[in-house]
Nanobody
Framework: QVQLVESGGGLVQAGDSLRLSCAAS????????IGWFRQAPGKEREFVAA?????????????YYADSVKGRFTISRDNAKNAGYLQMNSLKPEDTAVYYC????????????????WGRGTQVTVSS
């Protein structure tokens, strides 16, 4: 099984940047697709970004973004460090939420229920 721990959240002003990290332990993270999701109070958990499985024979990965974060957020992974990252630029107050990283040993998707491993979340608060 894979254990995930998010970090990097905090309180920032609109227009600032944050980088979230997702540290994995257990099985090799390279065999898992990684997704980032967020949930604001009173709202459903929503897809933010995802990155595909990076097999040993694969030279590149595919990335996907919600329309609300395209051009502002960048997802990446470092399999040597067993970690995933979400670089968030030009943050807006509407980005305020608890951010979760997730993993699955199948094709990358944007549906929360498709992921079977989850971190406990990290709070991101963006003031105006």
């Amino acid at each position: 099984q894979v254990q995930l721990v998010e970090s990097g959240g905090g309180l920032v002003q609109a227009g600032d940047s944050l980088r979230l990290s997702c540290a994995a332990s257990g099985y090799s993270f390279s065999s898992y697709a990684i997704g980032w999701f967020r949930q604001a109070p009173g709202k459903e958990r929503e897809f933010v970004a995802a990155i595909s499985v990076a097999a040993i024979s694969r030279l590149s990965v595919s990335t996907y973004y919600a329309d609300s974060v395209k051009g502002r957020f960048t997802i990446s992974r470092d399999n040597a460090k067993n970690a995933g990252y979400l670089q968030m630029n030009s943050l807006k107050p509407e980005d305020t939420a608890v951010y979760y990283c997730a993993a699955r040993s199948r094709l990358v998707t944007s549906t929360p229920s498709d992921y079977n491993y989850w971190g406990r979340g990290t709070q991101v608060t963006v003031s105006s």
